[in-house]
């Protein structure tokens, strides 16, 4: 089992330079043995985090400088929405962020849902299905361009000449897919068509979720081993790690392998030491 960090927020006390805390926290955690650290993509500060006036930076942007100040956690966004970038260039992101961290990169990809982030910079903001259906597009652009085919693609909602990508992703045959989200019949079926990573939160039905995947898997014969099992997880120190220890055992036992989430109290780092120190080596034998 491995552990994985999610920030979620950017609104640190004592007023500090946000660039040197950020750099304190990334650097702390990789040093500690978290598998991956990640940002959210959004626009704003989302409700349940803070209000949307706190600040937020952009995904890829931070991404990139994270990479630079860190030497081996894995970069993702948790989860990119598609409807904020083009796929052909949201490819040739993914692909700089991998060739420039050394092959670290993942693309973490949804359907999107906050339509007042969407519409207050002027994004259009499509019914659901269609999200969907720019969704599947989106993957299969990424995965047609790192397989350096550059025959044109015609989409419904999207179409490219040339699909050129150079340079290719240094990870090969390409950066994992995690496609977020625990919708049964669009989003575990994308998964099961494409993916190579699912990420699903505790509040699910978990094995009922992992049972639908299992489903898909079988129905497109795809081998449901293959796909990566990853759950959002709160981390929280504040009573010790035990607990930490005894849920990331229960979640391995039901097939996942990443617990992946934001740590309380980030910014004081000690929570991000311990963690390192006390559940990184216990949990990485189960």
């Known amino acids: 089992m491995k552990v994985g960090l999610q920030i979620p927020s950017f609104t640190y006390p004592g007023d500090p330079v946000l660039s040197d805390r950020l750099a304190q926290i990334v650097t702390t955690a990789d040093q500690a043995g978290f598998d991956t650290i990640a940002v959210m993509d959004h626009f ?3 409700r349940g985090v803070g209000a949307p006036e706190e600040p937020m930076l952009e995904a890829y942007t931070t991404l990139g400088w994270i990479a630079a100040h ?7 966004a948790l989860i990119t929405g598609v409807i904020y970038r083009q796929p052909g260039l949201l490819a040739k992101i993914v692909t700089t962020l991998d060739v420039l961290s050394g092959g670290r990169a993942w693309l973490g990809i949804g359907a999107a849902w906050n339509e007042d982030e969407s519409k207050g910079l002027g994004f259009p903001f499509p019914p659901v299905a269609e999200r969907f259906e720019q969704l599947e597009e989106a993957l299969q652009i990424c995965l047609r361009m790192w397989d ?17 990508n150079s340079p290719q992703p240094l990870t090969r045959p390409h950066p994992p897919i995690m496609i977020g989200g625990g919708g049964e019949k669009k989003t575990l079926r994308l998964v099961a068509q494409y993916g190579d990573a699912c990420n699903l939160f505790p509040s699910d039905q978990l094995q009922h979720k992992l049972d639908v995947l299992r489903g898909h898997c ?3 014969g ?6 990566q099992k990853t759950v959002y997880y709160a981390y929280d120190t504040t009573h010790g790690t035990q607990k930490i ?9 039901m097939g996942f392998s990443l617990a992946i989430g934001q740590v309380k109290g980030v ?3 000690t929570p991000l030491e311990q963690i390192g120190s006390e559940v990184v080596p216990v949990v990485q034998l189960i």
Not at 148 to 164: A, M, T
Not at 246 to 251: H, M, T
Request: hydrophobic share 35%; proline share 4%.
């Open 44 to 46: 704003w500060q989302i």
């Open 70 to 76: 860190t030497s081996r956690a894995r970069l993702l």
């Open 148 to 164: 350096g085919d550059e025959s044109p693609y015609r989409g419904k909602h999207f179409q490219l000449e040339r699909p050129l």
């Open 218 to 220: 079988e129905a497109v």
């Open 222 to 227: 795809r081998n449901y081993d293959d796909i």
């Open 245 to 253: 220890v005894d849920d990331l055992g229960g979640f391995a036992e």
């Open 267 to 269: 910014y004081e780092l």
